[in-house]
Each structure stands twice: as C-alpha cells, then as structure tokens.
C-alpha cells in the first residue's frame, strides 16, 4: 500500500514537470517566433534605410599656386559641385595649427585669397571644408610653413561695377618683401580675354606676357585698380612680376580672375492688346541645350498662367533668336505682371543654377471698334479708317508693306487722327512695283510701340 502511494506521488510530480516543460518549450517557441519577427522588420528597416539614403557624390575642389612668406600664404581654390552635394553657406577654407585658427567662406568656381599676419618659420594645415549633410568633410588640403624670403604675391581681386555707367573695374590686393633687395622694382601685368577671342589667340596671349598692360607696384602692402572693363569678358590673366634689373623680369606670383557667369538674355514687351499678352524673349546662345526658360503671368499676386519656352533645335550663335510667348484669355483694363525665370548648368561651378531674369508689367487695353473703307485708284490704296476707342488706346493709324517671305517692311507710313473725339484717318498707299507683295493697315500707340494692333491685310 504505501508503494503504490508512492507511486502515485512520482506519477503527480512527473506530470508536473512534463506540463511545465511543455510550457516552456511553447514559451521558447514563441520567443523565438517574436524574435525572428523583430529581427526581419529590424532587417526592413535597415534595408530600407540603406536605400533611401543616397550619399552624394563627392564635389571637386583642388588648392592650386599656394605661395608662402614670412607671414602671409596666398591660395588659389577651384571648386565645383555638379550633384548640388554641398550644403549652402558649409564651404570654407581654414588655416590652423594647434594654437591658431583662420577661417573665411568661398563661393563656388575659382577664388583668390590669402590669409596674412601669420607667425614666422610656423608650419600650418591649409585645407577646403565642406558639409555635404554627414558633417564637415575635406575636400583637400596642404601643409605649408612660413617663412622669410623676397618675392610678391597676389592676395585678392574684387569686381566693382559702376552706378552711373555699364562698365567694371577689378581691384587687385597685393604684396611683396625685397629685404634682401632682391629686386629693383614690381609691378603688376594683366591681360584681358574677351569671349569673341578665338582659342588660338587667347592661347598666344595668355603665354606673351610682353602683350599684357602693366600696374607699377609702389608700395609693399598695395591694392590696384584695372578700370574700362566694357562688356563681357571671359578672364583677366593676372602676374606679379619682380625686376632683377632694368631689362629683366621674373614672374613671382600668378592668377586668373573669371568672373562670374551671368546670362545674357533679354525680354520685350512684343504686343499688349485687349484680352492678350505677347513677349519677345531672346536665349543666351551659350546655353543651348543647358538652359530651361519658363514665362509665368501675375495678375496681382494671383497666378494666371505659366509657360514653357521652347527652344529652337538648331542655333545660330552669331545671331539673336527672338521667341515669342503669348499669354491670350485676359481682362481688358487690368495691370499684369510677367516674370520669365531660367534654370541652368552654371559653366563656371557646374552647379544647376535658377534665376528671375526680368520682370515686366503692363495694362491690357480697353475695347474699341473700327470701321474701314479701302479705295483702290490703280496706283495707290487710299485706306480710311475710324476708330471708335473710348480708352484712348491709338493714336495713329500705319501701314507697312511686305514682300511676300520677308520679315522687313519696304515701305511704311502713318498718319494721326484728327482729334481724341474725331478718331478718323487716311493712308495713302502707293502700290508697290513687286506682284508678290501684302500691306499691313494698323492702330498704335504713340509713345508705348508694344500696344497696337493689325486690323486688315490686303492682299492684291
């Protein structure tokens, strides 16, 4: 009996720990389940992660020409971002040791600087820095040391542009030492490289420095003035030259200022009629292929509509191209405003550039009525026209006469009307000698040429 109870007690005990093994056996299991599931969405996540952060490819920018003396170091930097990776306002270029920092902000493209009132025989880390969204990053760098020596340098160029006149100067910085009297004097040569210069004339004259204008340099600390800069031109060749002796010069230092890219683009009014908008937008040929154009109209601060230009597939670059955008559909009497905006590849930094090029603002006319009446005596049109125009939109009535095919008129003539109350008048119009020809009869305004209007054709 009391083995059999024994028994019993054992039976109990093993079911026990069969239960709870089966227990934490089915807690093992869905561990292990819960894990296997937080690891495969921690896998996602990550895979996810990878995929969507896409690191920029690294922009280039090189130190050229670091000349160093007893306490100043100039530098010539070259830098372009065509994937846009760089952060706005994280490029800088940095001067420091363990004990001195210097540090100043470049703008994209070729810059010339210098830092100055350096400590002698010091050795420094001269490096280019920038943020492209993972912390500041060196772009690239250079271990000099100062020290004592004659020579010269070139430390900065600023481009001045007048207020009154469409012309620039360039202010040139800069410095030599000659304790040694190492030269009997300095100056400063230059050459200016205009756009329409063929490459083999610019290439001859970037080379013949006895073609280049020269700046005597009077003091050791001085900055210079290249005035009657006209136009656009595509680079300045700068030299710091040293004489050994009367006949004989050496070139210390070197630099090329470029300035910045601007586009050469305008836009006209071409017509402002009653209920439409029409402009003339002329392309900067040196973007062909590079450049978008989009022409947006304002009525207000309302948005009226925006338009692509087009641009031609085949280009003259000896010529202006005129395209026209028309903007139809407006009110009569009311002020619109029209902003035409291009996106570009800058040639200078390879950045992808957009900017407002004009803004122009108008009044569509107020509607008007007209009758016509063409007399046709053999030799001559005599046209008569009255005009009903309680805006006062024309005040003279033309004509134009064209050869069929041809953009210029070779002939044309007006006449005012009689009065603002009494808007009627009279063209008379010799027949041309030519068969294939066509007379445009119109209304224009006297002191604003965009607002008129071609109210008949005659066709012979």
């Keep these: 009996m009391l083995l059999l109870i024994v028994n019993l007690i054992i039976e109990e005990k093993f079911l026990k720990l069969r239960s709870r093994f089966q227990e934490q056996q089915e807690n093992k299991l869905r ?4 894990t296997k599931m937080f690891s495969a969405i921690a896998m996602t996540v990550a895979a996810v992660v990878v995929v969507t952060i896409v690191v920029p490819q690294s922009p280039s ?4 020409n670091v000349v160093v003396y007893e306490d100043r170091v100039s530098y010539r930097v070259h830098v372009v971002d065509p994937d846009q990776a760089i ?4 490029l800088v270029v940095r001067l420091s040791n363990q004990l001195e920092e210097y540090e100043t902000a470049l703008p994209f493209g070729y810059t010339i600087g ?9 050795s420094y880390f001269l490096e280019v820095l920038a943020n492209k969204g993972f912390g500041e990053e060196r772009l690239a760098s250079q271990k000099i040391k100062t020290n004592p020596r004659d020579g010269g340098l070139i430390l900065a160029t600023r481009l001045v542009t007048s207020e009154m006149y469409y012309e ?13 009297s190492t030269y009997q004097k300095f100056a400063l040569i230059y050459d200016i490289v205009y756009e329409y210069e063929n490459e083999e004339s610019s290439s001859s004259s970037s080379q013949s420095y006895t073609e280049y204008y020269q700046i005597p340099i009077t003091n050791d600390l001085q900055t210079l003035t290249i005035s009657g800069l006209y136009g656009e031109f595509s680079r300045i060749d700068l030299g710091l030259v040293g004489y050994p002796s009367i006949e004989e010069f050496v070139i210390i230092d070197r630099a090329t200022f470029t300035p910045p890219f601007m586009v050469n683009s305008s836009i006209y009014w071409d017509q402002v009629g009653v209920n439409k908008v029409s402009a003339s937008v002329y392309p900067d040929s040196r973007l062909l292929g590079n450049a978008t154009y989009e022409a947006t109209l304002y009525r207000g601060t309302i948005k009226v509509a925006s338009k692509p230009i087009e641009m031609p597939e085949t280009f003259d670059y000896e010529q202006e191209h005129e395209i026209v ?10 002020l619109y405003r029209l902003e035409v905006i291009v ?3 800058d040639p200078v930094t390879l950045r992808q550039e957009t900017k407002l090029l004009e803004t122009l603002e108008a009044t569509t006319l107020g509607a008007y009525e007209y009758s016509l009446t063409i007399d046709d005596s053999g030799s001559e049109y005599i046209v008569t026209v009255t005009l009903i125009d309680p805006s006062h939109n024309f005040q003279e009535l033309y004509f134009e006469v064209y050869e069929q095919g041809t953009y210029y008129p070779v002939n044309s003539g007006y006449t005012g009307f009689l009065s603002p109350t009494d808007k009627t008048g009279t063209l008379y119009i010799t027949k041309p000698i030519v068969s294939d020809y066509y007379i445009v009869i119109g209304v224009r305004n006297q002191t604003e040429f965009f607002k008129y209007d071609v109210i008949h054709t005659i066709q012979p």
Excluded at 87 to 90: A, E, I, K, R
Excluded at 114 to 122: C, D, G, H
Excluded at 168 to 180: F, G, H, P
Aim: charged content about 20%.
């Design 325 to 334: 955008v028309t903007f139809t559909g407006l009110k009569e009497l009311t």
């Design 87 to 90: 952060q706005n306002d994280s």
């Design 114 to 122: 210098a830092f100055s009132e350096l400590t002698p025989n010091t």
């Design 343 to 345: 996106s570009f590849l």
């Design 168 to 180: 620039q100067s360039l202010e040139v910085d800069v410095a030599y030492y000659d304790s040694n």
């Design 61 to 64: 920018a090189s130190l050229e």
């Design 31 to 34: 561990i292990e389940t819960i």
